[in-house]
């Protein structure tokens, strides 16, 4: 069993920054993949970001490209997602994941967090 407990969030004007940070316990993340969701108000889930159990390769939503980096600390046991140039639809609960498929479907993940409040606003 992984616990997965993010932190980071909160409220920032549009093209400022965030890092958003999940820990996990339990279990050593090193063996899965990981990846971040975000849910908007009324919206499904979506992908935002992932990472191979290395490190070694990432992707990212087009939404989010060349904005959003995912990286990850094996020895630490966390994963990270910095925000750049955030803007008001990025406004959202972000969720980090951990799944043993590379996917960008949330049910291929297994394990979630519960969710911190990104809030994108003037």
């Known amino acids: 069993q992984v616990q997965l407990v993010e932190s980071g969030g909160g409220l920032v004007q549009p093209g400022g920054s965030l890092r958003l940070s999940c820990v996990a316990s339990?279990?050593?993340?090193?063996?899965?993949?990981m990846g971040w969701f975000r849910q908007a108000p009324g919206k499904e889930r979506e992908f935002v970001a992932r990472?191979?159990?290395?490190?070694?390769?990432?992707s990212s939503a087009d939404s989010v490209k060349g904005r959003f980096t995912i990286s990850r600390d094996n020895a630490k046991n966390t994963v990270a997602l910095q925000m750049n140039s955030l803007k008001p639809e990025d406004t959202a609960v972000y969720y980090c994941?951990?799944?043993?498929?590379?996917?960008?479907?949330?049910?291929?993940?297994?394990?979630w967090g519960q969710g911190t409040q990104v809030t994108v606003s003037s």
């Open positions: 339990g279990r050593t993340l090193s063996s899965y993949i």
């Open positions: 990472i191979t159990s290395s490190g070694d390769v990432i």
């Open positions: 994941a951990a799944a043993v498929k590379w996917s960008i479907s949330t049910t291929d993940y297994r394990y």
